[in-house]
T-cell receptor, first 119, second 113 residues
Framework: GAVVSQHPSRVICKSGTSVKIECRSLDFQATTMFWYRQFPKQSLMLMATSNEGSKATYEQGVEKDKFLINHASLTLSTLTVTSAHPEDSSFYIC???????????????FGPGTRLTVL | QQQVKQSPQSLIVQKGGISIINCAYENTAFDYFPWYQQFPGKGPALLIAIRPDVSEKKEGRFTISFNKSAKQFSLHIMDSQPGDSATYFCAASTKSNTGKLIFGQGTTLQVKP
């Protein structure tokens, strides 16, 4: 139980294009979803927190116009990297915090991550 | 005050040995302390978690020791196996902060056969 999926797992795009990453909680409803960015051999850096039906809360230094987050339902959140540039290349990971049932309410369950490469 | 400091940065242990990773925090409002295991190219997976009302929690070969007065907690991996080779992250959160996790810097563990 408590499975989170991400799609795509890997994406390569040209500079200037936009890329959408989906995060789904498969067997539980998520009150809150989080988006992280991770550089090689580094820790996870929280980008934003989103609650279903609300605007996302972005961490300091994260450009909200560049990283658009939509949390349309209790099982789906999307991150769109707009006008991507090579410096946006990174490993993007989402996590979901559950309501009840298979997912403990205090626990964040992480997706498998999306490797973005911008050429 | 929001930081969680993790050590060591890397650790090499022989198969069958005990791996110990330590974390320290300053914010006394933290009330949930999970440990995550991450393999290369994968997302972190919850390993074990503890709340400050207990001093130790054990699940299989993994044990968290928690020292509230010292504001420290540690992960012990008993009988370490090569399959345990991964990066381990400690984290902390408060209920009042929408469950936002503050992560440690990570420890890369290598278990030699």
């Amino acid at each position: 139980g408590a499975v989170v999926s991400q799609h795509p797992s890997r994406v390569i795009c040209k500079s200037g294009t936009s890329v959408k990453i989906e995060c789904r909680s498969l067997d539980f409803q998520a009150t809150t979803m989080f988006w992280y960015r991770q550089f090689p051999k580094q820790s996870l850096m929280l980008m934003a927190t989103s609650n279903e039906g609300s605007k996302a809360t972005y961490e300091q230094g994260v450009e909200k116009d560049k990283f658009l987050i939509n949390h349309a339902s209790l099982t789906l959140s999307t991150l769109t990297v707009t006008s991507a540039h090579p410096e946006d290349s990174s490993f993007y990971i989402c996590s979901a915090r559950g309501l009840a049932g298979v997912a403990a309410t205090d626990t964040q369950y992480f997706g498998p991550g999306t490797r973005l490469t911008v050429l | 005050q929001q930081q969680v400091k993790q050590s060591p940065q890397s650790l090499i242990v022989q198969k069958g040995g005990i791996s110990i990773i330590n974390c320290a925090y300053e914010n006394t409002a933290f009330d949930y302390f999970p440990w995550y295991q991450q393999f290369p190219g994968k997302g972190p997976a919850l390993l074990i978690a503890i709340r400050p009302d207990v001093s130790e929690k054990k699940e299989g070969r993994f044990t968290i020791s928690f020292n509230k007065s010292a504001k420290q907690f540690s992960l012990h991996i008993m009988d370490s196996q090569p399959g345990d080779s991964a990066t381990y992250f400690c984290a902390a959160s408060t209920k009042s902060n929408t469950g936002k996790l503050i992560f440690g810097q990570g420890t890369t563990l290598q278990v030699k056969p």
